[in-house]
């Protein structure tokens, strides 16, 4: 069996691009893409460099006409680790192929994303000139959490001019079913740090001397109570009132929470009722501890020590018309109001939350083909995902509608060992997406 796109596929896989890693070969896969955009047609073929980020892709497939609309395809070249190594099946950088599917670090996350969009543009060469212009920018530092794309976007806005854009995954989800997300929650991640003293002391010492662990705990029990609300004094203000569309959307959002229970072993019930799960998980900010981290965390029980230094994890997820920073500042106007002005607050990471408007055009004629293409009851259109993503950042660019879907399924392993993608899936994508484009170019806009 040969599949499209193979050849390509089979050298873009062997890539050690893993942005994690210090000895990676981010530089030597960039140029490796852009030599192949030129050899595929692009008129334009360059990579993007700037102070702060790794290097980026950029290409252009233009349109027979001047006035034609413009799709913006987003994807990512690096990839994660793939240690555990020894839970391999097969080598994670070379690409192997069953009856039914693709093996290899990247397959789904996201370098065979890649190539079914350079599969679908090949078919579309074929049949003549392309409907559409079509731009591709592929970044290399996605699984860092894309630190500075925003910075890259700004300097290269000129270059990225859209009507539309196509998000860097998705697929089936765990109902099977060909999922179309529009947009992501936002995101902001930091760590609260408490210091008591120079260095370790005796416990004995605890009945005079504050532990900076209980300050902590107790500092984070004011940001949240034991009903799971967040606290934090105006955090819900700004959040933006869903539309009549969005509110149908997850009403009509397959989740079983039952079924994600036995398959993750969670032990605890939901913290929402269970007619508010679907609205929590797509509209709801949440706050998370990632880690607690304090004193002594060997081994046995024997070291009685009164630790000097706490420190946790957090991140927040957002939705519109959140953001990082704002979120960050009433964080510590909140400690400072309960008394914990001492709770050191880190430098942050974040990415603001998006959605595209489901009611746009271009947004209906995508998923009206998908119910055409995958059948009427195949296809779930999602929100947003409850993760997050550097989608806003695009469409401060260019204003374009952006959605999610791809070759993936909900048993994909991204970023797990033994990542894989079904091979009818990965055709299917193609075929749906030879025919996406040509239909954005007959879609009438508001505009």
């Not at 140029?31 to 047609?41: A, C, D, P, S, V």
């Not at 239909?439 to 009438?444: D, E, G, I, R």
Request: one cysteine or more; a negative charge.
């Amino acid at each position: 069996m040969t599949i499209p796109m193979q050849d390509f596929l089979t050298k873009y896989l062997q890539f050690h691009s893993v942005s994690l890693a210090e000895e990676n070969e981010i530089p030597e896969t960039a140029e490796f893409l852009r030599t192949q955009f030129t050899k595929l047609g692009a008129t334009t073929s360059r990579i993007l460099h700037t102070d702060r980020t790794n290097p980026a892709v950029y290409a252009v497939f233009p349109a027979q006409t001047a006035d034609a609309p413009t799709i913006l395809f987003y994807n990512h070249y690096d990839v994660q680790p793939a240690e555990p190594l020894a839970l391999w099946q097969s080598d994670p950088f070379q690409l192997k192929m069953t009856d039914t599917h693709l093996y290899a670090r990247g397959i789904n996350d996201d370098k065979g994303e890649l190539a079914a969009r350079l599969a679908a543009l090949q078919r579309l060469q074929a049949q003549g000139s392309l409907p559409c212009t079509i731009k591709f920018l592929v970044e290399g530092a996605e699984e860092q959490g894309s630190p500075n794309l925003d910075y890259l976007l700004a300097q290269y806005a000129d270059l990225l001019a859209a009507d539309f854009c196509l998000w860097e995954s998705g697929g089936r989800n765990e109902q099977g079913k060909f999922q179309i997300s529009l947009g992501v929650k936002g995101g902001v991640a930091f760590q609260l740090s408490v210091k008591t003293a120079d260095f370790d002391l005796h416990s004995s010492l605890g009945a005079i001397t504050e532990n900076p662990a209980w300050r902590l705990v107790q500092a984070l029990a004011t940001l949240k109570n034991a009903k799971d609300e967040i606290t934090i004094p105006h955090f819900l203000d700004v959040v933006k009132p869903l539309t009549a569309t969005q509110k149908l959307l997850i009403q009509d959002a397959a989740f079983d929470y039952a079924a994600f229970a036995k398959n993750y072993g969670i032990t605890r019930p939901a913290t929402v009722p269970a007619d508010d799960i679907k609205a929590a998980l797509y509209n709801r900010p949440s706050m998370t501890i990632n880690g607690l981290s304090s004193g002594y965390e060997g081994p046995g029980i024997g070291k009685t020590i009164l630790p000097h230094t706490a420190l946790a994890k957090l991140d927040l997820r957002l939705v519109p018309d959140q953001t990082p920073a704002e979120t960050v500042r009433l964080v510590k106007e909140a400690l400072t109001a309960g008394g914990y002005d001492d709770v050191m607050v880190s430098d942050f990471l974040g990415e603001p939350p998006f959605r595209t408007d489901p009611d746009d055009p271009r947004v209906q004629t995508a998923l009206q083909l998908a119910r055409t293409t995958y059948g009427d009851d195949d296809v779930q259109v999602e929100l947003n995902s409850p993760g997050s993503g550097p989608m806003k950042y695009f469409y401060d660019i260019n204003h374009a509608p952006i959605i999610s879907c791809g070759i993936g399924n909900a048993h994909s392993a991204a970023h797990g060992p033994n990542e894989n993608v079904v091979i009818a899936d990965y055709l299917g994508f193609i075929d749906y997406l030879t025919q996406l484009v040509p239909q954005l170019a007959k879609t009438k806009t508001a505009n």
